[in-house]
């Protein structure tokens, strides 16, 4: 569904998407006709502005996840401003794309999105060859899954900084095999609505190298590496040389992420 109360912008949006195939694209130009929507078709995906008369893009976004808990959601916006990121993060936002974009970098997200659970059981099917860590509870899994993509949403939305962004790195990749509740606080801490609270000094010398984070925050930022490849970012980084060697697409992987 595309929520857009620009009638020109929804239209383009809703042909465009409406020509890949595969998919059905529904419309509504308002947070109540949206929500009726919801009531009576099983939605995948909501493509939604954020600013609207009335209702707002992410107050519909709450009421729809009410209907349909599992419905995934790409924000759209063309303002800046640092309370619109924290709600998107706090009502886990897929993707965050500020206006103006090119189509093919919303299909790409759109793809993204909606393909996520394939693109992930492969990257870990390749994984789990060398990565002995036991498999996580459930519970901590939707967790630790929950705090990637409340980091990968803070930094396409422009939320964290570089700084901000490899402090809550740190805290992610330290909180590998550890007790799920320190994934509950750093998502608390990436929602906090001051973004001066979101970063801690780093001991100089510990994690990963400020430069290559640098540029694996850029490819972030740019949409360049998906949610996916985020999520399995720090066992790729610290697999060994000769494991990635010994699986090519591994390397490749690796190179795309963090070369």
């Keep these: ?99 103006p974009f090119k189509m093919r970098d919303l299909w790409q997200s759109v793809r993204r999105v909606v393909g996520a659970g394939s693109e992930r059981e492969g990257y870990f099917g390749l994984l789990k060859r060398f990565w002995s860590q036991p498999a996580p509870q459930r519970s901590e899994e939707e967790l630790r899954d929950l705090a990637f993509q409340s980091f990968f949403v803070g930094v396409r939305s422009r939320k964290l900084n570089r700084d901000e962004a490899l402090s809550v790195w740190d805290e992610l990749e330290r909180l590998q095999g550890q007790e799920p509740g320190g994934y509950q606080r750093l998502i608390d801490r990436i929602a906090a609505l001051s973004s001066s609270r979101m970063f801690v000094p780093r001991p100089v010398g510990t994690g990963v190298d400020p430069d290559t984070f640098g540029r694996f925050y850029n490819r972030v930022r740019e949409a360049a590496i998906s949610p996916e490849q985020v999520r399995i970012a720090p066992q790729l980084r610290c697999l060994p040389l000769e494991n990635r060697q010994a699986a090519p697409v591994l390397n490749e992987l690796y190179a795309t992420v963090w070369g």
């Design 1 to 99: 569904m595309v929520l857009e109360d620009d009638d020109d912008l929804r239209s383009l949006l809703v042909q465009f998407l409406g020509d890949q195939p595969g998919y059905e694209v529904v419309e509504a130009r308002s947070g109540p006709e949206a929500i009726a929507l919801a009531t009576r078709k099983s939605l995948d995906l909501l493509v939604t502005d954020v600013r609207m008369d009335g209702m707002d893009g992410l107050e519909c976004l709450a009421a729809v996840r009410q209907i349909q808990p599992r419905l995934k959601c790409i924000v759209i916006t063309g303002y800046a401003s640092e309370e619109a990121p924290s709600r998107a993060v706090q009502l886990r936002a897929d993707d965050y794309v500020y206006k």
